[in-house]
C-alpha cells in the first residue's frame, strides 16, 4: 500500500504538466498584445509627442520582460518538478536550461518584478503631472516593497547556502 501511494504522488507531478503548457497560452496572448500596440501605435508615430512615444515603448518594454518571466518559469518549472526535457543535441539549447533549480528560478522571478515594476513605475513617473500625489506614493511604496522582498529573499538565499 506505501508503495502504491509513493507512486502515486510521484506521478501526480504530470498535473502539472498542462498548467506548464497553459502558460505557454499565456505567452501567445502576450505576444498578440504586443503586437496589437505595436501596429496600434506604428500609423500614428508621428502624431505621438515624444513622452506618449516612451510611455508605449516602455509599455513594450514590460511585455517583453513579462514574456521572459514566463519562459523561464514554463521551462525551469516544467524540468524542476516533472520531468527533463529531452532536447536533440543538434538542436538550439538555452544555457540556463537544466541549471536553474527552483530556488534560483525564485530569485529569478523576483528580479524580473522588480524589474517589470521598475518600468511601470518609470511609466507612472513619466505621466507623474496626471496622477495624484497618493498614488504616486503608494505607486512607490509598492515597489519598494518588490525591492526589499527580492533583496531579503537573496540574503536568506546567501545565509542558507553558507
Do not use: C
Request: no cysteine; proline share 1%; net charge negative.
Amino acid at each position: 500500500m506505501e508503495r502504491f501511494i509513493e507512486n502515486a504522488m510521484y506521478a501526480s507531478r504530470w498535473i502539472l504538466a498542462p498548467i506548464y503548457f497553459g502558460l505557454s497560452l499565456g505567452l501567445l496572448a502576450l505576444a498578440l498584445k504586443f503586437f496589437q500596440e505595436v501596429f496600434h501605435v506604428i500609423p500614428n508615430v508621428f502624431a505621438l509627442t515624444e513622452s506618449d512615444l516612451i510611455l508605449v515603448i516602455l509599455s513594450l518594454i514590460d511585455m517583453a520582460l513579462v514574456g521572459g518571466l514566463l519562459v523561464m518559469v514554463m521551462i525551469s518549472g516544467y524540468e524542476n518538478f516533472v520531468s527533463q526535457l529531452d532536447i536533440d543535441t543538434n538542436k538550439e539549447k538555452l544555457s540556463w536550461l537544466g541549471t536553474m533549480d527552483s530556488t534560483s528560478l525564485k530569485m529569478k522571478v523576483a528580479a524580473s518584478i522588480v524589474a517589470i515594476s521598475s518600468i511601470h513605475l518609470l511609466r507612472v513617473f513619466m505621466d507623474a503631472r496626471n496622477i495624484e500625489t497618493q498614488y504616486l506614493m503608494w505607486y512607490v511604496i509598492i515597489h519598494m516593497t518588490f525591492v526589499v522582498s527580492a533583496f531579503a529573499m537573496g540574503y536568506l538565499d546567501k545565509l542558507t547556502k553558507h
